[in-house]
């Protein structure tokens, strides 16, 4: 992974880019790209780009030309079926100068134009500048592993991997919050691309092309997830027996995860949490690291979120070289405002916090990329959200039984203030709308209403700002036409992965903590092919019953060690709002919550959150705070870091470093460092 950015006049009238500006922007970006920094301009268009060297360690320097030195490109990613990909075009006359996936890229967009991406197999924000024809080209991954930002500024566009590089590039650029944002969070969890938090800021889709050229400028997807049609032909439906998808989904993750190490030039390690999809990750990545396979975990000193005992299970099983980090809620607390620096967004959980800690951890044993088991519970209906859905609408299809809801007590095991400890508390909550059962997104209704009593504490500026948008409406009203035809579970699964595992998951949890310390993940559970396998699946071989990610176990069962194989569902958390209210809470909080500082950024009511965080102090001592009140209080306090940090007092870009590429056609120079 590394770090894009560019600047590209929308008029050929415009000045050329600034070279100063461009260095800003790659130097905002080194901790993406620590390994080199490259410039490419001309008087169109300018590219930079921090290189974090994973593939074809001596010659992929970026950016980087065709032949003719006519079409440029910068890319943040790793497309792992480059090889198949090169061979092709070599086929097809294609002749190449490096082993790089990067040179790959441009080769392919040369032969097959936009339909390029629809051939990729990987995780990639590229940009593409075709200086004969004034074009650029913009596009992301099927599911935004890879970020990318575009801003449109004083005539000139504005790219990057992340907004601080944005506004390194131009002081000129706004720094204000989007209340439209802000209520996407405070009531979906996430923001949801083209949105950001930022005004004037947008984010490239995932599975989108966006291209300008002479003046215009058009937007398509090239990938949508898609089910089969409960209704219509079988087109897409795997019709084969259980066994036969435990076969078919063992070897494509067999093949993913081997693709995911052999493409790689440096070691690649492997994150183990100790529940079932990292665990099978490890143990199939064993097999194709070689002799030294290193795995990571997380450790917590609160008992209640700690999975020490199954990671060693799986370490050892592995034969992995095992290192562990242990977080407690004052090293939460401690690295949470560089947590928000790198997340660029408000989030209602500190589990990010941790995995900047391990992905530190990664760093320091030399390691630069890791495998992951995130996208197991998207594909393969892992989450309690899933078995959740399928139980109220079970119960709503007779409201009046007294039976069905005791399903309930099946679920949030693990929680210590789980909403089904208390039988009439959790029918009301979980019956809101029971009558609703077949409406689109019921079964994510009850966390967006939970989510959304957070905008409580909106200041008078901000409820009237956003007091006319219904963020659920606005989101429902853009689903494809085909969702109707889909099955309960693939609707469900198509929501979580349009919101919660795009816009925060493989966000502010995966790629902003991941390279925040220079490390690069990789997900075979998203790979292209496990993907459509997974989709094509009939809903019973994913959750059987109430038995989620069924097929799964079974693809586990005989090589993961069977207590984690058998052990009850326990999702990744870590503490959260007691963190920052101990009498020992840094400074910062206190700082950050002040009436001042509120007043300042204008998104809460001092008042309201005065009495909130005096609620929290008092009942610090209960163990835990409520659902609500944990993310009332993680949520207002990233909001006002991220006010301090990037509108306050925005961040610029180092200007210091040598350029590996200093390509300058503006001056009619080309240096090569």
Not at 237 to 245: K, Y
Not at 340 to 361: D, K, N, W
């Amino acid at each position: 992974m590394c770090g894009i950015a560019g600047i590209v006049s929308l008029s050929a009238a415009a000045a050329p880019p600034s070279r100063d500006a461009l260095i800003r922007m790659a130097g905002a970006l080194t901790h993406r790209g620590p390994d080199e920094r490259g410039l490419y301009r001309d008087r169109r268009a300018g590219l930079a780009h921090a290189r974090l060297s994973v593939v074809d360690l001596s010659s992929g320097q970026q950016p980087l030309a065709d032949a003719g030195d006519t079409t440029w490109i910068v890319f943040n990613g790793e497309i792992f079926n480059y090889v198949e990909l090169r061979e092709k075009l070599v086929a097809l006359g294609h002749r190449f100068r490096t082993r790089s996936d990067t040179e790959v890229v441009i080769h392919a967009y040369r032969e097959w134009g936009e339909a390029a991406f629809e051939r990729m197999n990987g995780q990639w924000a590229i940009a593409i500048w075709d200086s004969v024809a004034g074009r650029l080209v913009l596009s992301r991954d099927r599911f935004g592993i890879c970020p990318l930002h575009y801003c449109e500024h004083g005539g000139r566009l504005y790219f990057a991997s992340e907004v601080k590089a944005i506004f390194a590039a131009d002081a000129g650029i706004s720094r204000a919050f989007d209340p439209v944002g802000l209520d996407q969070t405070f009531t979906l969890w996430t923001i949801v691309p083209p949105q950001s938090v930022f005004r004037g800021i947008k984010e490239l889709k995932p599975g989108h092309v966006r291209i300008y050229e002479n003046g215009t400028v058009r937007e398509r997807a090239f990938w949508k997830p898609s089910y089969p049609e409960i209704s219509g032909p079988n087109d897409g439906q795997f019709t084969g027996s259980l066994n036969d998808a435990v076969e078919e989904v063992r070897s494509a993750l067999e093949a993913a995860t081997a693709l995911r190490i052999v493409s790689a030039d440096v070691p690649v390690g492997c994150y183990l949490s100790g529940g079932l999809d990292s665990s099978l990750v490890a143990t199939l990545g064993r097999r194709f690291a070689g002799e030294r396979f290193q795995t990571f975990s997380l450790r917590f000193a609160d008992a209640e979120y700690d999975e020490t005992r199954f990671q060693r299970l799986v370490a050892g099983a592995t034969g992995s070289e095992h290192h562990e980090v242990v977080v407690s809620r004052n090293d939460i607390a401690e690295i949470f405002p560089e947590v928000i620096y790198h997340t660029e967004r408000p989030i209602l959980r500190t589990a990010p916090a941790p995995l900047f800690l391990l992905s530190r951890l990664v760093r320091e044993h030399g390691i630069k990329v890791v495998l992951t088991g995130e996208g197991a519970d998207e594909m393969f209906a892992g989450y309690d959200l899933f078995r959740e859905g399928k139980v109220r609408r079970f119960w709503g299809r007779q409201p009046a039984s007294t039976r069905r809801p005791r399903l309930l007590d099946r679920l949030y095991p693990y929680l210590s203030r789980s909403p089904v400890h208390q039988q009439a508390m959790a029918r009301q909550f979980f019956g809101r709308n029971i009558q609703s059962h077949g409406a689109p997104g019921f079964a994510h209704d009850t966390r967006w209403h939970t989510t959304g009593a957070v905008k409580r504490l909106f200041s008078a500026d901000m409820r009237a700002e956003t007091g006319q948008r219904d963020a659920v409406s606005e989101l429902l009203g853009r689903l494809p036409a085909e969702f109707s035809r889909w099955g309960s579970l693939a609707q469900d699964q198509f929501i979580e992965i349009e919101t919660l595992m795009s816009g925060y998951l493989l966000s502010s949890q995966g790629d902003r903590m991941l390279m925040a310390h220079s490390i690069e993940g990789r997900f075979p559970f998203l790979d292209d092919e496990v993907v459509k396998l997974a989709n094509s699946l009939p809903a019973a071989y994913k959750l059987a019953v109430l038995d989620e990610k069924h097929v799964l176990k079974r693809v586990a069962q005989p090589i993961v060690p069977p207590e984690v194989v058998a052990r009850k569902k326990q999702p990744y958390r870590a503490p959260n709002g007691l963190c920052f209210v101990a009498d020992d809470a840094p400074a910062y909080v206190q700082e950050a919550l002040s009436e001042t500082a509120l007043r300042a950024a204008n998104v809460f009511d001092p008042k309201s959150v005065t009495r909130l965080l005096d609620k929290c102090r008092a009942r610090r001592g209960d163990g835990d705070l409520s659902n609500s009140d944990n993310m009332a209080l993680v949520g207002v306090l990233s909001t006002q870091l991220l006010h301090q940090q990037f509108i306050a007092n925005c961040p610029g870009g180092a200007r210091t470093g040598t350029l590996s590429v200093d390509i300058d056609h503006e001056h009619r120079e080309e240096v090569l460092a």
